[in-house]
């Protein structure tokens, strides 16, 4: 039998499912509530019932003790209502709002994609779970206290593993090792999630904007949106070199053949001949102004190389983008 949360101070209510627990029937219906590791142990998704019981569910003991119990808190990654409930939780509303964590992780499987990108999927520990926005990277943690970035490309809702898609920079510290001798099973730390490239409230037409592995947190944003079924207008222009260089066509392919909403225009800047590339050449930002007459209306997203974004937000701008409807990651270096 289903039942209805409501969510206080927000107001927000959702249904959750017979054999769901609040958590994750707050997730499908897209309300952010906190959480870590999703199996009751880490306390991160404690929150109040105020008016309805819940069955607590598996968790440790310490986690929610006796005297938590009393006074009306519940795990909301294992409880699953026994009658509607009204429930007291903040809301993730920001970046700000999830916590930062350093964590251990183990290489799960890697794949090459195409000559200098490879596909990089790492597991946590099992008791752990990195809550993240859309579009939000995290930094390997090195020797001497360096850390790399890399942005997330698994949509937060398919967490099991966390996708990186890692371009080689020869004679990089990190990267000739992830293309040199990183295998399945190695062990890193990371810490994150970091970052402010994620996707904003608003019914504005959106244009993404990527360049190489630009398209990585990219992807990670649309999987999201695609979960969700938002309906707003949205257009991907991605750039890359060859058509070697756009190492993952299949899935902004298929996206534009499921969702009417949503169209993909592949860009290549050095096609080769035997590439026999039908589509559009040049460089990718110039394609969108090539397109686009007037940006006074849209929302921009873009990603890659600072180059890149540099010379995207001048001319967007020139077109009539306001300053802040630009948002950006830039992939610098140390
Ligand atoms: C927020 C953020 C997110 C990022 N996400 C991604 C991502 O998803 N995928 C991805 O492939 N990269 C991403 N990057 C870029 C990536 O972090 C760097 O390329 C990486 O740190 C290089 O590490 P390295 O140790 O191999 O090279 P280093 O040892 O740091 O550098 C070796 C040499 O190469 C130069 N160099 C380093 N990186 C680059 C670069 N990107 N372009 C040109 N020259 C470079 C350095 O100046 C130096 O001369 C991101 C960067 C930021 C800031
Ligand atoms: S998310 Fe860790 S205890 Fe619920």
Redesign the pocket.
């Known amino acids: 039998m289903s039942h209805q949360v409501t969510i206080q101070p927000s107001g927000h209510q959702f249904t959750v499912q017979d054999g769901e627990t609040v958590l994750e029937a707050a997730l499908r219906e897209d309300f952010a509530l906190p959480y870590g590791c999703r199996n009751g142990a880490c306390g991160a998704c404690k929150g109040k019932v105020l008016e309805g019981e819940v069955d607590y569910g598996a968790h440790q003991p310490a986690t929610l003790p006796k005297d938590d119990k009393a006074k009306g808190l519940a795990l909301f990654c294992t409880a699953k209502p026994k009658t509607d409930l009204i429930i007291e939780v903040k809301e993730i509303g920001a970046a700000k709002d999830i916590p930062v964590k350093t964590l251990p992780c183990r290489v799960e499987k890697m794949e090459k994609l195409a000559a200098d990108?490879m596909a990089v999927w790492l597991k946590l520990p099992a008791s752990e779970r990195l809550q993240f926005l859309p579009g939000q990277?995290i930094d390997f943690l090195?020797k001497d206290g360096?850390?790399?970035?890399?942005?997330?490309?698994n949509a937060p809702e398919e967490d099991q593993l966390l996708e990186?898609?890692?371009?080689?920079?020869?004679?990089?510290?990190?990267?000739?090792?992830?293309f040199g001798g990183m295998k399945a099973k190695d062990i890193l730390r990371i810490k994150g999630p970091?970052?402010s490239?994620f996707l904003r409230e608003s019914d504005k037409p959106i244009l993404f904007l990527a360049g190489?592995?630009?398209f990585?947190?990219i992807k990670s944003i649309l999987g999201h949106v695609f979960h969700h079924g938002i309906d707003r207008e949205m257009v991907l222009y991605w750039g890359a070199k060859t058509l070697a260089d756009l190492y993952l066509p299949a899935p902004p392919s298929q996206w534009q053949q499921e969702h009417e909403n949503f169209s993909f225009i592949p860009v290549l800047s050095e096609p080769l001949p035997a590439d026999h590339w039908p589509g559009r050449t040049g460089l990718v930002h110039q394609a969108v102004l090539a397109d686009i007459a007037d940006l006074s209306g849209w929302q921009v997203y873009a990603?890659g190389?600072?180059a890149m974004i540099e010379a995207a937000k001048h001319d967007f701008l020139v077109r009539g983008l306001p300053e802040d409807e630009f948002f950006s990651?830039?992939?610098?270096?140390?």
Request: glycine letters at 12%; proline letters at 7%; hydrophobic letters at 40%.
């Open positions: 990108v990277y090195l360096k850390r790399r970035s890399f942005s997330l490309a990186l898609h890692i371009r080689h920079v020869p004679g990089g510290l990190f990267t000739d090792q992830v970091q970052g490239f190489g592995t630009g990585a947190p990603c190389a600072p990651d830039a992939f610098s270096f140390q």
